[in-house]
């Protein structure tokens, strides 16, 4: 079955650490989304990526960081900069249109706690 | 600016009633506008979309949502409600760009 995978499904930081999230898609999409949902918040669009080897920075992207080094793959990595980092992170992708209305396809998410 | 508003954070129905989630929209051009649901701690699910052509569509779980340009809503509507779909309801517009804006989401109880 198509579809994408997120890694792990539950992490934990301590102080000063970097942590990456992983995010695999085998539909074929070029087109990869990384979001935040926190309580009450809806998604924020934190960073975004049309083709490999390029990628857009979204609404919160300070203090993350991404690569996009095959069409399969959009690593997130959350740095130390980013102070307030627990959240449950969801991964997307999507099949390019010139319209805009293809639907994007998620991932079932990474909750990153502080420890 | 493009934009989604929920105006319901939280609604509770009773199993068996009938539910409206009501979701706006702030776009320009043409919207294409989708409903996706999510279980807690799972990712989201895409119920319907709306392109163009007739303005109800029907979706996935029973669920179905009327496009009305006049209004600038989208509502999803579901005639009978289970225990099942209690969840979180995102509305969502597609934007330029390949671009995805998300309203902030209804939370759905289901009273026995």
């Known amino acids: 079955d198509g579809g994408i995978t997120q890694s792990p499904k539950y992490l934990f930081r301590k102080e000063g650490q970097n942590v990456t999230l992983s995010c695999e898609q085998n539909?074929?999409?070029?087109?990869m989304y990384w979001y935040r949902q926190d309580p009450g918040q809806g998604l924020r669009l934190i960073y975004y990526?049309?083709?490999?080897?390029?990628?857009q920075k979204g609404d919160i992207a300070e203090g993350y960081s991404v690569s996009r080094e095959k069409k399969e793959s959009f690593p997130l990595t959350v740095t130390s900069a980013q102070k307030n980092p627990t959240a449950f992170y969801l991964c997307?992708?999507?099949?390019?249109?010139?319209?805009?209305?293809?639907?994007?396809?998620f991932g079932d998410g990474t909750r990153l706690s502080i420890l | 600016a493009q934009s989604v508003t929920q105006p319901d954070i939280h609604i509770t129905v009773s199993e068996g009633a009938s539910l409206e989630l009501r979701c706006n929209y702030s776009?320009?051009?043409?919207?294409?506008l989708f409903w996706y649901v999510q279980s807690p701690g799972q990712g989201l699910q895409l119920l319907l979309k709306?392109?163009?052509?007739?303005?109800l569509v029907q979706g996935i779980k029973g669920f179905e949502a009327e496009f009305k340009r006049s209004q600038s809503s989208f509502n999803l509507r579901k005639p009978s409600v289970h225990w099942s779909d209690a969840a979180e309801y995102f509305c969502?517009?597609?934007?330029?760009?390949?671009?995805?804006?998300f309203g902030a989401g209804t939370r759905l109880t289901v009273k026995p």
């Open positions: 997307a992708s999507m099949a390019q249109s010139a319209h805009s209305n293809q639907p994007q396809h």
């Open positions: 539909l074929n999409h070029d087109a």
């Open positions: 990526s049309q083709i490999v080897n390029d990628f």
């Open positions: 776009y320009g051009a043409t919207p294409y």
């Open positions: 709306y392109f163009s052509g007739d303005t």
């Open positions: 969502a517009v597609g934007v330029y760009n390949n671009d995805m804006r």
